[in-house]
Each structure stands twice: as structure tokens, then as C-alpha cells.
């Protein structure tokens, strides 16, 4: 019989490799012939399907982006484990997404996939990035800026929804890698030429 130890490691494996599974790029190369990394923004997330295929592409890509997430944390509640090793899942499975070993290790920007993570992780704090989230790209139309904010807001959140140490940690480590990874946009947000929500590329 497998350890305990080894039961963690190797989920946490399973989480990175799923969580590396393009969905935007497969459904978009699918659906339209496109490359998502050389159109648009050239970000493998729904904001930029949508901006490049359209809007049905662009959910089916949410909910799957988001489902993954879900789904490996769930498995692990589901195995018993611990909050620690939930954490930890939930922390790979983002990371596979934004660092996908399929796609030599150019991914999207993790929103999606977190926001699924960790609304099992953090069900409350999630639920209020969410909304921070929502709220900002519905009233400026910049999904990077809402998506930058309920990362900052999300490990906070946690520690003041009363979670544990573990899911204080893994939301803070997402969430840096997040905004790390919206370095590009941050600058053009800055300078005013970052995208809008619905603005058409080709």
C-alpha cells in the first residue's frame, strides 16, 4: 500500500499535469483553426477566446478552466486528505495551468483555475474575489485589472475568513504567481493599451 506521503506526491503530480491541459488552446484550434497564442493578446485563457473565437468557446473554456481546478481538490477531499495536502494540490493545479508542460511551458494566467481551486479551499474568500473580480472588469472592461485585484485581495481573504495557515500560504503563493504573470498587463493597464472585454482581434 502506497504511503500517505507518497498518496500527496503524486497527486500533486496529477494536479500539475491536469492542470496544464490547454483547454483554450485545444477548443480554439478546434473550433476556429486558431492558434490562441498567436492572436489576440495571445493569452491561452477565456478572456482572449473570446476576443478571437467568440462567446461560446469562450464559456465552454471557463467552465473547464475552472472545473479543473475543482475537480482536483475535490478528488483529494474526497482521498481524505488533509488541509495541507489540499493546499498543495490546489497550488499545483494552478501552476500546471500557467506553466503547462503540453505547451512547453506557456500557459494562461491562472484566474479561472484558482477561482475553481480554491472555492473549496476558501469557499467565502473566493466567493468575494469573485465578486471583486466581476464587479471591476463588468464596470471598466478590463478583465486583467479585476483579475490583478481579486489575486492581491484573495490571500487576505482567506487569513480573514479564519482558513487555515496552509490555505493562507497556498493563496498567497497563487496568487504572487498570478500577478507575475500579469506583468505584461499591468504595464500596458499603465499606459492605456491594455485590451478591453470584447474587444475583436484577429
Partial sequence: ??????????????????????????????????DVRYAGSGNIGAANVLRTVGTLASILVLVLDIGKGYCMVLLARVLGMDAASEAAVAGAVVVGHIFPVWLKFRGGKGVATACGAFVLLAPLATLFAAVVLFLVAGVTRYVSLGSILAALLLPPLTYLTQESVSVVLSASVVALVVILRHRSNIQRLLTGDERRLGDRSA
Fill in 1 to 34: 500500500m502506497l504511503s500517505y506521503l507518497t498518496m500527496v506526491i503524486c497527486l500533486v503530480f496529477v494536479a500539475y499535469v491536469a492542470g496544464g491541459v490547454p483547454f483554450a488552446f485545444l477548443l480554439a484550434r478546434r473550433l476556429s483553426g486558431k
